[in-house]
């Protein structure tokens, strides 16, 4: 009796030891697993500033140091861990409309990033110390993370921040009724702009909702934006869906920011698109009295500036999930300087501006050696028609019009482009600006704008590249009409009238040359001169890219790597066979 007492005490002792030993097996097998599925998310989630590792190789690696013999019983072997299939996967989270209960998807499309990881550790090492329970037991333990950290750019446009005039006439509202308050730096969630309660925004969503339910859904935010900047927009373009001017890299997590700045400009600019002609840039129109120059300008947006929300990186075509586009314009200045009297000039430019694209290609996040934010992003700047003209009714270049040069009432110079031709600039690459450190996401937005997006020095500077054909002494009506106001000038006229016709015929391939090189030297510096102070402010804010352009980073949202399942009956409809992972 006493000797079946002792066998039954060993019995259980055993039993509760390896009970005790398969729990602890058990618990720190799902220990793994969750620091697996985090590491793997942030991984996936492309939040560093090097290409992110494979998610499943982060994992591993969690795996691999957390069984790495050091500190463990000899008897406890390295989980004999696989990923395949179902054991390690790709995905969104989402949550059921009906039942409000989040789960992983596996489905996704093409050009959107998965946001989540699942995956299951399976351990077929663990052996009972004793052979009277059996051998070797597979252990299984599933985990699912989720991390999407997403950026708002924008390319293009710095209305909201110091334009206030400019917004005004883009709006077709009387500039003193325009406050814009602090709108560059009030931002708001996409859920609070959709006004919906889930985890993800769809582009769909941003299809559905007009720019009016948009814009009561954050009437509390716009309470400092004076009410007619919201009443001309709701008039305006109102009924059109807030996709036209704000998008999403397919389905991203609706805690990001959006910068309303960024909306109002966006908005400001569809308006301005469907108003009927130009618009009138807002400039200091004259200098002494006209008496030195008079200065016009006009500007047709053709296609609003789009800013867009999304994470960071490229999708298996190689194609960046997040990109966003500056506007598309056509813009007309008219110069006429008036030098005593004397020397007159009169010089039409006529510039289209295809839209730029700037990517989002790294979010680096915060680590325990490294606590600051930095966004690395590339592109190219807008493909740039240009002549002497005017813009068309058709919103293309027309090269009729003629730069003009009048000494004391005499045309001595009329200036062209050479066989009506039009300059094309081609694009110039962004390469690899990095927004940071950011130590506060309170320090949002920053602008990328290294020389303030454009000059009126572009404009000359691309100006003399321009082939351009110069007629001498060409007024052939001078010598008539002055005769009958003074006959002496009216000789002076006529004379002139004959030798241009005669310098014109024997000097013109000689004077083309010497002209081309000293119109670009001579009146092109008076143009800098004189129109940049004015016009370099108003081309800077809307962002015509021709030289460096203008990016704002307008919001990072961090989302942390969670975890949204830690055992298998969340984080699968059915438990993974222990063969298939």
Known sequence: ?????????????????????????????????????????????????????????AAMQVVNANYSGAGFPTLVEPPKNYFDQSGYQQGKVVTDSDSHIRHFSSNYKANEKPDAVRLTLTDSGFKPLFSLFGGAQTLQASAGAKSQPTAQLLFGTTLAKGKPKLLANLLGIDVNLLDIGDLANTSVTLAQLLDINADLATQQQLADITINKALNNVSDALSTVAPAVVNAIRDGVGDQPLSKILGTAGSIGTSASVSLGAIINGAAQLVAKNRPGPVSIPLNLSLLGGQLADISASVKILEPAKSVIGPAGKNSDGDFYTSATSAQVALALKLDLNVLGVVKVHLPLALEVAPGTVNLEHIHCP?????????????????????????????????????TVDLLGLNIATISNKENLI????PKPISGYTYGPIDNLDELPKTYAPDDAVRVSDLTGLLSNLNLNVDLLSNHDICHEMLKENPLFGLLGCITNGLGSIVNGLTRPLLNDVLNNLVPNVLYPLVDGVLGPILNPVLDALGISIADPTITLTGITPDQAQLFCASQSDCYDTAPNAGNG
């Open 1 to 57: 009796m006493t000797a079946g007492f002792i066998v039954a005490a060993v019995a259980l002792l055993a039993l509760v030891i390896d009970t005790g030993r398969l729990y602890a097996a058990q618990q720190k097998l799902q220990s793994t697993a969750n620091l697996a599925a985090i590491a793997a998310a942030r991984a996936a989630s492309g939040c560093r500033t090097q290409a992110a590792t494979d998610g499943k190789s």
């Open 367 to 403: 680590t325990a050696s490294d606590r600051y934010y930095t966004v690395t992003v590339n592109g190219s700047t807008s493909l740039l028609d240009l002549a002497i003209g005017s813009i068309d009714i058709d919103d293309t270049i027309d090269t009729s019009d003629t730069a």
């Open 423 to 426: 300059s094309h600039v081609a």
